[in-house]
């Protein structure tokens, strides 16, 4: 199962330098942060379903993904709503 | 090995939910709320991928396997054989990739007399098979696939023995034929062990005129027992890595291979092949 630890690993990772490096930043956004998180993970995600994953690891991958993505969207709208409205 | 991703799964969910929720109510941190989120992502991929899993244990797997490997090491060791094996494409064996095992009792050691000899047994079709089985049919002449022994030539050792071997089987896997080049060749090889097995973390290939160099790194060091084990079947049918590195290539260039060279040091294992035409 080590591919499988190398994912979850890596994406622990990625999470971590980005939470402290936003936090270096002094940023107090969540979205941002949600959105940074979103990026890293997809970008993640997709360089290991790409590559030599198990086809099955796929399905729940894909699924998150997709929900991730959705949230993605979700917060890009609330964005657009917010800029708007000034 | 399911249980422990799920109950890792579970926790970093858990544990992320508490810490968002905390964070964001009570002490107002943004930075704390994002790792909550990050925790409780990281959680949900644990529980995904501990349902990826087959749930047939390793110790099920290799009783399985080992029973399978005993089984045709007895039948090698029945018929004395010295050759090493020849993987046969499917397209060579009415779509069932196999392992041919030529039974003369000398080695042979030359690349030309291997040929020879698969020559008269793809030309010498009517003489395929010893009735192992009831049936007369004239079909099942043509069937070499399905026979076990393998009759080509007049003589008591003209005979070979057709095997299936890990090698065969993991051709299942494949989505796709591969392409008779190192790039493809390559990568199949990576997707069955890295992707599908999981037991090695590089391979490389590189063609050196009729000859194949597979170079496979980073084979975990708790299959020792079996991936680097000296028996017999392994001296005939190769190591499971290079019985897989075979079974593709064979598959890939269309012609038989056989497995020249076949060692492995710490974690790393190198095998030569040899395309026959």
Same mark, same amino acid.
């Given at each position: 199962?080590?591919? %499988?630890?190398?994912?979850? *690993?890596?994406?622990?990772?990625?999470?971590?330098?980005? @939470?402290i490096?936003?936090?270096?930043?002094?940023?107090?956004?969540?979205l941002?942060?949600?959105?940074?998180?979103?990026?890293? %993970?997809?970008?993640?995600?997709?360089?290991?379903?790409?590559?030599?994953l198990?086809?099955?690891? @796929?399905?729940?991958?894909?699924?998150?993904?997709?929900l &991730?993505f959705f949230g993605?969207?979700?917060?890009?709208g609330l964005?657009?709503?917010?800029?708007?409205?000034? | 090995?399911?249980?422990?991703?799920i109950?890792?799964?579970?926790? $970093?969910? $858990?544990?992320?939910?508490?810490?968002?929720?905390?964070s964001?109510?009570?002490?107002?941190s943004?930075?704390?709320t994002?790792?909550?989120?990050?925790?409780?992502i990281l959680?949900l991929?644990?529980?995904?991928?501990?349902?990826?899993r087959?749930?047939?244990?390793?110790? *099920?797997?290799?009783? &399985?396997?080992?029973?399978?490997?005993?089984?045709?090491?007895?039948?090698?060791? /029945?018929?004395? =054989?010295?050759?090493?094996?020849? %993987?046969?494409?499917?397209n060579?064996?009415n779509?069932h990739?196999?392992?041919?095992?030529?039974?003369?009792?000398?080695? *042979?050691?030359?690349?030309?007399n291997?040929? /020879?000899?698969?020559?008269?047994?793809?030309?010498?079709?009517?003489?395929?098979?010893?009735?192992? !089985? @009831?049936?007369d049919?004239?079909?099942?002449?043509? /069937?070499?696939? !399905?026979?076990?022994?393998?009759?080509?030539? @007049?003589?008591?050792?003209?005979?070979?023995?057709? =095997?299936?071997?890990?090698?065969?089987?993991?051709?299942?896997?494949?989505?796709?034929k591969?392409?008779?080049?190192?790039t493809?060749?390559? +990568?199949?090889?990576?997707?069955?062990?890295?992707?599908?097995?999981?037991?090695?973390?590089?391979?490389?290939? !590189?063609?050196?005129?009729?000859?194949?160099k597979?170079?496979?790194s980073?084979?975990?060091?708790?299959?020792?027992?079996?991936?680097?084990?000296?028996?017999l079947?392994?001296?005939i049918?190769?190591?499971?890595?290079?019985? *897989?590195?075979?079974?593709?290539?064979?598959?890939?260039?269309?012609?038989p291979?056989?497995?020249?060279?076949?060692?492995?040091l710490?974690?790393?294992?190198?095998?030569?092949?040899?395309?026959? +035409?």
């Amino acid at each position: 199962l080590r591919i %499988y630890n190398k994912f979850i *690993i890596s994406l622990a990772l990625a999470f971590s330098l980005v @939470n402290i490096l936003l936090a270096l930043f002094g940023q107090d956004d969540l979205l941002l942060y949600y959105n940074t998180i979103s990026i890293a %993970y997809l970008v993640i995600a997709l360089f290991y379903t790409s590559a030599n994953l198990n086809p099955k690891a @796929n399905i729940p991958i894909g699924i998150l993904s997709a929900l &991730i993505f959705f949230g993605f969207f979700l917060t890009l709208g609330l964005k657009l709503y917010q800029i708007a409205q000034l | 090995m399911m249980r422990s991703y799920i109950i890792l799964g579970s926790g $970093l969910v $858990l544990a992320g939910i508490a810490i968002a929720l905390f964070s964001y109510i009570v002490i107002d941190s943004t930075p704390l709320t994002a790792i909550g989120l990050s925790t409780m992502i990281l959680g949900l991929i644990s529980i995904g991928l501990a349902y990826s899993r087959p749930k047939l244990s390793p110790e *099920i797997c290799m009783l &399985i396997n080992k029973t399978g490997v005993k089984n045709t090491l007895a039948i090698l060791e /029945e018929f004395e =054989v010295s050759n090493t094996a020849i %993987y046969l494409p499917r397209n060579m064996m009415n779509e069932h990739a196999k392992a041919l095992i030529l039974l003369d009792r000398e080695y *042979i050691a030359d690349k030309k007399n291997i040929e /020879e000899k698969l020559s008269d047994i793809f030309s010498a079709r009517y003489e395929f098979s010893i009735p192992l !089985h @009831n049936s007369d049919s004239p079909q099942r002449f043509k /069937e070499i696939s !399905h026979n076990l022994i393998i009759k080509y030539g @007049n003589g008591p050792r003209d005979m070979a023995i057709a =095997v299936t071997t890990m090698g065969n089987i993991s051709l299942d896997f494949l989505k796709r034929k591969p392409e008779p080049t190192e790039t493809d060749i390559q +990568s199949a090889i990576s997707y069955i062990l890295t992707g599908i097995l999981d037991i090695a973390k590089g391979v490389k290939v !590189h063609f050196i005129d009729t000859k194949i160099k597979v170079t496979v790194s980073g084979i975990e060091k708790m299959n020792k027992e079996i991936f680097q084990e000296k028996t017999l079947y392994s001296q005939i049918l190769g190591s499971p890595v290079a019985s *897989i590195a075979a079974a593709v290539c064979s598959e890939a260039l269309g012609k038989p291979v056989r497995i020249t060279y076949d060692t492995s040091l710490i974690t790393t294992f190198s095998v030569a092949l040899e395309v026959l +035409s």
